[in-house]
Nanobody, 119 residues
Framework: QVQLVESGGGLVQAGGSLRLSCAAS????????MYWYRQAPGKQRELVAV???????SYADSVKGRFTISRDNAKNTVYLQMNSLKPEDTAVYYC?????????????WGQGTQVTVSS
């Protein structure tokens, strides 16, 4: 089983930057796609960005040009660099990993990290 530990959230003023990290550990054969989602109060969880095992990326329209997802496969870690932050980016940010145990594919979620952007 894989455990995901997120870090890097916090309080920042509008226009500022934060970098989130999500490190995977445990027993697995390989990690495939890794994702960042977010959930604001009273709203559904939404996909922010995804990165494939080969580095292919995709972003929600609301964050294109401001957020960058990357990964370090040697460290089994995915990052989310968030620039030009807006109050509407305030949410709990979750990472998710698709991993292969050697026999079965699984999805694993992190515990979430709070990002608050003040105006």
């Amino acid at each position: 089983q894989v455990q995901l530990v997120e870090s890097g959230g916090g309080l920042v003023q509008a226009g500022g930057s934060l970098r989130l990290s999500c490190a995977a550990s445990g027993r697995f054969f390989s990690i495939n796609a890794m994702y960042w989602y977010r959930q604001a109060p009273g709203k559904q969880r939404e996909l922010v960005a995804v990165i494939g095992s080969g580095g292919t990326t995709s972003y929600a329209d609301s964050v294109k040009g401001r957020f960058t997802i990357s990964r370090d496969n040697a460290k089994n870690t995915v990052y989310l660099q968030m620039n030009s932050l807006k109050p509407e980016d305030t949410a709990v940010y979750y990472c998710k990993a698709e991993y292969y145990s050697g026999t079965v594919d699984y999805n694993q979620w992190g515990q979430g990290t709070q990002v608050t952007v003040s105006s």
